[in-house]
C-alpha cells in the first residue's frame, strides 16, 4: 500500500497510468472495429482516447528541463559508449517533449493556426532516434556483460585446466552464445526490462511516420505492454536501468 501511496503521488506515475489507458483504449477500438462493433461505441472509445492522450501532454509539460538536467548529469560518464547513448537520448526526448508541448497548445485551441500535423511528424522522429538510442545502449551494455561472463569463465577453466582446444560447429557457437545472452538477460532483469520497453515502445513511431506501418492493434498492444513496464519501474525503482560501467552513475528519468 505505502508503494502505491508513493506511486499516485508522482505526476511521472500518473501519466504512465494515463498512457496504458490510452494504448488500452487503442487496443480495445482496433478489436471492437475487427469484430463489427457499433460506430457509436468505436466513436465512444476513440473520443476517451484523444482525451487520455491530451491529459498526458499537460502532464508533461516542462518536461524538456528534465531531460536536459538529465543530458547533463550522463556528460560526466566514464564510458564513452554510454555517455554518447544517454545524453543523446536525453537531448532528442528534450526535442520531443518541446515539439509535444506546442502540439498541447494546438490541440487546446490556445494556437488555432499551428500546423498539427507537422509538429506530431517532428516530435516523433526526435521520439524515434531517442529510442534507437536507448536500444543501442541495451545492445551495449548486453555486450559487455557477454564479454566479462566469457572472460570469468575462460578463467575458471585456465585455473581448473580444463580449456578445450580446436574448432566448434558453427550452429554449436551460436548455441553457446544463445545460452550467455539469456544467462545474462536473466540475472540483470533491469537491462531485460529496459529492453523489451523500448522495443515495444519503437513500433509507436515507426507506424506514426509511416517507416514501418502496421496497424492500430499493434501499436496499442506494443503501447500498453511498454506503459506497464514503465508503471513496474517507479513502483520498484531497483528495476530501473541504470549505468553500471561508470564511475559516476545518476538517475535518468524515463
Request: charged share 20%; hydrophobic share 40%; proline share 3%.
Amino acid at each position: 500500500m505505502d508503494a502505491w501511496v508513493r506511486f499516485t503521488s508522482q505526476s511521472q506515475a500518473k501519466e504512465r497510468l494515463l498512457r496504458a489507458a490510452q494504448y488500452a483504449c487503442t487496443l480495445l477500438g482496433y478489436t471492437l472495429q475487427k469484430n463489427g462493433a457499433g460506430t457509436d461505441v468505436i466513436t465512444t472509445i476513440k473520443q476517451l482516447e484523444a482525451h487520455l492522450s491530451l491529459g498526458r501532454k499537460l502532464f508533461r509539460l516542462g518536461n524538456s528541463v528534465d531531460a536536459l538536467e538529465s543530458a547533463k548529469r550522463a556528460i560526466h560518464l566514464s564510458d564513452v559508449v554510454l555517455r554518447l547513448c544517454i545524453t543523446v537520448s536525453h537531448l532528442n526526448r528534450a526535442m520531443y517533449f518541446a515539439c509535444d508541448n506546442i502540439l498541447w497548445l494546438g490541440k487546446t485551441g490556445l494556437s488555432k493556426n499551428m500546423d498539427q500535423e507537422k509538429w506530431s511528424q517532428r516530435s516523433f522522429r526526435y521520439y524515434l532516434f531517442s529510442l534507437i538510442m536507448n536500444l543501442s545502449r541495451d545492445l551495449y551494455e548486453i555486450k559487455l556483460l557477454m564479454e566479462s561472463e566469457t572472460g570469468a569463465k575462460r578463467s575458471s577453466k585456465m585455473e581448473n585446466g580444463t580449456v578445450t582446444r580446436g574448432d566448434r560447429p558453427l550452429h554449436h557457437i551460436l548455441a553457446l552464445q544463445l545460452r550467455l545472452l539469456v544467462h545474462v538477460l536473466r540475472g540483470n532483469p533491469p537491462l531485460l526490462l529496459d529492453l523489451v520497453k523500448n522495443a515495444c515502445d519503437l513500433f509507436i513511431p515507426l507506424d506514426k511516420l509511416g517507416l514501418y506501418k502496421t496497424n492500430l492493434g499493434v501499436v496499442g498492444l506494443c503501447g500498453l505492454t511498454s506503459s506497464i513496464l514503465g508503471i513496474l519501474t517507479i513502483l520498484h525503482p531497483w528495476l530501473k536501468l541504470k549505468p553500471s560501467l561508470c564511475i559516476q552513475t545518476c538517475h535518468l528519468p524515463d
